[in-house]
T-cell receptor, first 112, second 114 residues
């Protein structure tokens, strides 16, 4: 059974810092990995989708990497802003039913 | 393209009452998912549809939860009777169904059972 772990559970940084969020998964036989952002009381917004054959994806200040063999992904946020404050969720798509399995998320607070 | 639509946005009910949530996926998306997200946790899959057939409902509490996707388009998730522990956000997502596709989520329905 696929398990996804995110560390740390919560992170607080001052504005302007670069930061890294970590995600690990137990079964490396994945189709892809997706990073989401969730604001309080809201749904999930997709940030980046990395296919199993890819090593990284970039969107603006965000860069996500994937090391399938070691079962790890990182989300790098450059020059953090207070508007980046949210919960960041990592999810892997795997299995015969091609389902997404989520981690518990990292709650990020960027202090002005 | 229009996103995944869900309604209602919020619902408060008493325990033992029934409740239903509605989801309309992105047009052309064959696969539809219902997830339950308890506060402080990641979403957990309840049921997956491929067109109007059930692919996986192994984590759906079938004694009280039911879901249908008639005509392979929109879907309804029902809880009857509700328990306090059902308080959560219910998220609907859709994808084209291919393994390399990403998911698109709706805004969710926040259910509070009192």
């Amino acid at each position: 059974k696929q398990e996804v772990t995110q560390i740390p559970a919560a992170l607080s940084v001052p504005e302007g810092e670069n930061l890294v969020l970590n995600c690990s998964f137990t079964d490396s036989a994945i189709y892809n990995l997706q990073w989401f952002r969730q604001d309080p009381g809201k749904g999930l917004t997709s940030l980046l989708l990395i296919q199993s054959s890819q090593r990284e994806q970039t969107s603006g200040r965000l860069n996500a990497s994937l090391d399938k063999s070691s079962g790890r992904s990182t989300l790098y946020i450059a020059a953090s802003q207070p508007g980046d404050s949210a919960t960041y969720l990592c999810a892997v798509r795997a299995g015969s039913a091609r389902q997404l399995t989520f981690g518990s998320g990292t709650q990020l607070t960027v202090l002005p | 393209e229009a996103g995944v639509a869900q309604s209602p946005r919020y619902k408060i009910i008493e325990k033992r009452q029934s409740v239903a949530f509605w989801c309309n996926p992105i047009s052309g998306h064959a696969t539809l998912y219902w997830y339950q997200q308890i506060l402080g946790q990641g979403p957990k899959l309840l049921i997956q549809f491929q067109n109007n057939g059930v692919v996986d409902d192994s984590q759906l509490p079938k004694d009280r939860f039911s879901a249908e996707r008639l005509k392979g388009v929109d879907s309804t998730l029902k809880i009857q009777p509700a328990k306090l522990e059902d308080s959560a956000v219910y998220l609907c997502a859709s994808s084209r169904g291919l393994e390399f596709d990403g998911y698109t989520f709706g805004s969710g329905t926040r259910l509070t059972v009192v």
